[in-house]
């Protein structure tokens, strides 16, 4: 079992929880099969107020891969939403249904308010620009696994860093581990806040900001790439301009180490081309797989579930 | 000058930071106060150049924590047969429920009606609070 009895924000698990998290996806990557039935008989519900086929598809798999079931929405206009029903009472209600609840809001704290009036643990599969813990832990479980640990890595983050929550979040968890050291690359009007830099300085992590990817990129061991939505800025000027500003392409690649990895939360845009998709340092698409790895790990713990006898 | 007797029974609330006065007195409800009420402002002050200072002719039970959010350098004493029975120096409360609202339109508080929304205190310098569904910083 988890400290937590929901998973909000990534700062809810101890180090050793995140630990004891990876190991357990790690246990579960060698041996499908042998969680085939962990959750059998119990339900999930994944309440998606706004679209987001990947994350939802993510978790629904994981649960029936863990032989659970799935219930749920991924158009509140056919939920009791449509009728007026606040967000408590919905909490309470598909609370009598399930066992757990994923929910993916586009209000700051929706899945923090769910968990308060739910009889059983909640996800947060996304809340607005807040918080996104389990696309932080898929980022963790694949570095795991590519790398082997966190430890003495230098990790590269590129593109839109100012209004990249799972880049926060991410840079954020990686900092709690001993000897990392990150290359923030971006340009200037999207520079990575100051609150994310504070709570490095905090800690004394290193850190160094610039905005040549091809000037850096040769020093990383991770190099995380990130779209620029079109939905955080004002002006549609601006986004052109920014949107084009990094493009990984295969010239760049050739200055990367031999073993860097490049991951992406996707969807993408234009910022990797799809010529990068053939170079097998490009895990962003192993990266979904990993996803829904952690997620069935992560389902086991908040629902308690034994492991099974090998 | 203006010349204001010294309290028999109340509570005198100085050190207030000049322009802070009537917030704090709208704030405490001190209008609704059927008792005598003296809001002073822009007092000459050695300490502080100019103050606020407000004088209540009763004993009621003041809310610290409206206090301690507007202007936690603020002095209160408690005044009985005119002589100080209590002084207290405040500090910003470690959390508040029921005073502030959260300033982020895209928090879900805004849209979904909670009375009991808690805000942490992250910065007693600056008095900034942050919301506990959303974590923007707000203060009074």
């Known amino acids: 079992m988890l400290e937590c009895k929901s998973l909000i924000a990534p700062s809810d698990l101890s180090l050793t929880e995140l630990e004891k998290l990876i190991a357990l996806a790690r246990r579960i990557i060698q041996n499908p099969a042998r969680y085939a039935e962990v959750c059998k008989g119990k339900i999930l519900a994944s309440l998606f107020y706004e679209p987001s086929t990947r994350t939802k598809f993510s978790f629904d798999a994981a649960m029936l891969r863990l032989g659970g079931s799935t219930l749920g929405f991924s158009d509140p206009s056919t939920s009791s939403t449509a009728k007026g029903e606040t967000i408590a009472d919905s909490a309470r209600t598909v609370g009598q249904y399930a066992d757990l609840i994923v929910v993916r809001h586009p209000k700051e704290g929706t899945a923090k308010l769910m968990s308060r009036y739910a009889a059983c643990p909640v996800i947060n599969a996304g809340d607005g620009g807040h918080h996104h813990p389990t696309q932080t832990l898929t980022d963790l479980l694949t570095i795991d696994h590519y790398k082997g640990n966190f430890s003495g890595l230098t990790v590269g983050v590129c593109g839109d860093l100012k209004f990249g929550r799972t880049i926060h979040s991410l840079t954020t968890c990686l900092a709690r581990f001993q000897n990392v050291r990150f290359l923030f690359i971006s340009p200037e009007e999207l520079a990575m806040p100051v609150f994310v830099k504070e709570e490095l300085d905090a800690k004394g992590v290193s850190y160094t900001e610039t905005t040549s990817l091809e000037g850096c990129i040769g020093e990383l061991d991770v190099l995380y790439m990130s779209r620029v939505q079109r939905e955080r800025f004002i002006s549609e000027e601006e986004y052109l301009r920014l949107k084009d500003y990094f493009v990984l392409t295969t010239e760049k690649m050739a200055l990367a180490k031999p073993d860097m990895i490049v991951m992406h939360p996707l969807p993408r845009v234009n910022e990797i081309a799809t010529e990068v998709d053939a170079d097998p340092r490009a895990v962003y698409f192993d990266q979904v797989k990993?996803?829904?790895?952690?997620?069935?790990?992560?389902?086991?713990?908040?629902?308690?579930?034994?492991?099974?006898?090998? | 000058m203006i010349n204001v007797s010294k309290?028999?029974?109340?509570?005198?609330?100085?050190?207030?930071?000049?322009?802070?006065?009537?917030?704090?007195?709208?704030?405490?409800?001190?209008?609704?106060?059927?008792?005598?009420?003296?809001?002073?402002?822009?007092?000459?002050?050695?300490?502080?150049?100019?103050?606020?200072?407000?004088?209540?002719?009763?004993?009621?039970?003041?809310?610290?924590?409206?206090?301690?959010?507007?202007?936690?350098?603020?002095?209160?004493?408690?005044?009985?047969?005119?002589?100080?029975?209590?002084?207290?120096?405040?500090?910003?409360?470690?959390?508040?429920?029921?005073?502030?609202?959260?300033?982020?339109?895209?928090?879900?508080?805004?849209?979904?009606?909670?009375?009991?929304?808690?805000?942490?205190?992250?910065?007693?310098?600056?008095?900034?609070?942050?919301?506990?569904?959303?974590?923007?910083?707000?203060?009074?």
């Open chain 2, 7 to 140: 309290l028999k029974e109340g509570i005198v609330i100085d050190h207030i930071r000049a322009g802070h006065g009537y917030k704090i007195f709208l704030q405490l409800g001190l209008d609704a106060l059927d008792d005598v009420v003296v809001l002073m402002r822009n007092v000459e002050s050695t300490k502080m150049g100019r103050k606020d200072l407000i004088k209540i002719e009763t004993n009621l039970d003041l809310n610290l924590d409206v206090l301690g959010l507007i202007d936690p350098d603020v002095t209160i004493t408690y005044v009985k047969e005119g002589k100080c029975v209590q002084k207290i120096k405040l500090s910003p409360p470690k959390t508040v429920t029921g005073i502030l609202s959260c300033k982020n339109p895209r928090c879900i508080t805004n849209q979904e009606h909670i009375s009991d929304v808690r805000f942490h205190l992250v910065d007693a310098k600056t008095n900034l609070y942050a919301c506990e569904y959303c974590d923007a910083r707000t203060r009074l």
């Open chain 1, 290 to 310: 990993f996803g829904m790895y952690i997620r069935m790990a992560l389902i086991m713990k908040l629902l308690g579930m034994e492991e099974p006898h090998a």
